[in-house]
Antibody, heavy 118, light 107 residues
Framework: QVQMVQSGAEVKKPGASVKVSCKAS????????MNWVRQAPGQGLEWMGI????????RYAQKFQDRVTMTSDTSTSTFTMEMRSLTSEDTAVYFC???????????WGQGTLVAVSS | DIQMTQSPSTLSASVGDRVTITCRAS??????LAWYQQKPGKAPKLLIF???SLNSGVPSRFGGSESGTEFTLTISSLQPDDSATYHC?????????FGGGTKVEIK
């Protein structure tokens, strides 16, 4: 079955960087894009960006343009999201979610909690 | 960015009730709207795409409709398993944006 399995929870100090991975399986990797969405505690969903499977086309939400890098590894069917210069405002659950370009998200990874605290 | 306004933010209803959640877009998104169900500690799950198309495996008590920039998610007969937060999302224009969510509680 189609699934994305994300890496485990992270605890980081302010100013640090974090990498979250999302390993896809159960479908033809090259057929779908991957989105990254985050959800702060008790808050709604916030789209961060989208990457194509070959990794050579990425679109970021303006808010994350300068701090986030999304990559793809076709050899391992894994997408990675790196965020730099973390602050407490970045404490959230980060999800990957599959889609076609300009389409709904289905399915989603299980989520990765990133906690930023001094 | 297109703003998506959901209402109500919370609702409480009894098993068997008909429940309606509304999502209003700040500009036209056509029928490029999805609904997701999210349970505590879990990832969102796609319920409806293209405003009214039911995703595979989703019970038929869930339905979606559209009237201009207003979209509605209806649960025809609320079940205990439907206790969750529901999110709308427009994917007509980048960036895709979500409503604030509606928490559905069972009385």
């Amino acid at each position: 079955q189609v699934q994305m399995v994300q890496s485990g929870a992270e605890v980081k100090k302010p100013g640090a960087s974090v990498k979250v991975s999302c390993k896809a399986s159960g479908y033809i990797f090259s057929d779908y894009y991957m989105n990254w969405v985050r959800q702060a505690p008790g808050q709604g969903l916030e789209w961060m960006g989208i990457i194509n499977p070959s990794g050579d086309s990425v679109r970021y939400a303006q808010k994350f343009q300068d701090r986030v890098t999304m990559t793809s590894d076709t050899s391992t069917s894994t997408f990675t999201m790196e965020m730099r210069s973390l602050t407490s405002e970045d404490t959230a659950v980060y999800f990957c979610a599959r889609s076609l370009w300009g389409n709904w998200f289905d399915p989603w990874g299980q989520g990765t909690l990133v906690a930023v605290s001094s | 960015d297109i703003q998506m306004t959901q209402s109500p933010s919370t609702l409480s209803a009894s098993v068997g009730d008909r429940v309606t959640i509304t999502c209003r877009a700040s500009q036209s998104v056509g029928t490029w709207l999805a609904w997701y169900q999210q349970k505590p500690g879990k990832a969102p799950k796609l319920l409806i795409f293209r405003a009214s198309s039911l995703n595979s495996g989703v019970p038929s008590r869930f339905g979606g409709s559209e009237s201009g920039t207003e979209f509605t998610l209806t649960i025809s007969s609320l079940q205990p398993d439907d206790s969750a937060t529901y999110h709308c999302q427009q994917y007509h224009t980048y960036p895709p944006t979500f409503g604030g969510g509606t928490k559905v509680e069972i009385k």
